[in-house]
């Protein structure tokens, strides 16, 4: 079992900055790789960032490309999604996930959503024109 927190959500004006935090507990968190996903109202959920295991190789999505860095401190079990340059599109609930086994192939591509297999419960940016 591996539960997750989110947090550092919250309402900014477009142009600004978060910084997303996510804590892990329950599982040797460096054998973890982690990942954002967002979902707005009326939308599928989206893919934003991952990191392996490892934090040796990270992604991130076109649409948020440039705009986001994904980290990770395997010593506080937590994984971090710094945010610039906000956009109205941007807003959304964002969670975080875990994908408890490692896998070569994500070296190569991140995890599929169906790879992950715990979520946390969310948390909310507004991002105002």
């Known amino acids: 079992q591996v539960q997750l927190v989110e947090s550092g959500g919250g309402l900014v004006q477009a142009g600004g900055s978060l910084r997303l935090s996510c804590a892990a507990s329950?599982?040797?968190?460096?054998?973890?790789?982690m990942g954002w996903f967002r979902q707005a109202p009326g939308k599928e959920r989206e893919f934003v960032a991952a990191v392996i295991w490892s934090g040796a190789r990270t992604y991130d999505a076109d649409s948020v490309k440039g705009r986001v860095t994904i980290s990770r401190d395997n010593a506080k079990g937590t994984v971090y999604l710094q945010m610039n340059s906000l956009k109205p599109e941007d807003t959304a609930v964002y969670y975080c996930?875990?994908?408890?086994?490692?896998?070569?192939?994500?070296?190569?591509?991140?995890?599929?959503?169906?790879?992950?297999?715990?979520w946390g419960q969310g948390t909310q940016v507004t991002v105002s024109s």
């Open positions: 329950g599982r040797t968190f460096s054998t973890v790789t």
């Open positions: 996930a875990a994908a408890t086994s490692p896998n070569s192939r994500w070296y190569t591509r991140p995890p599929r959503v169906d790879e992950y297999s715990y």
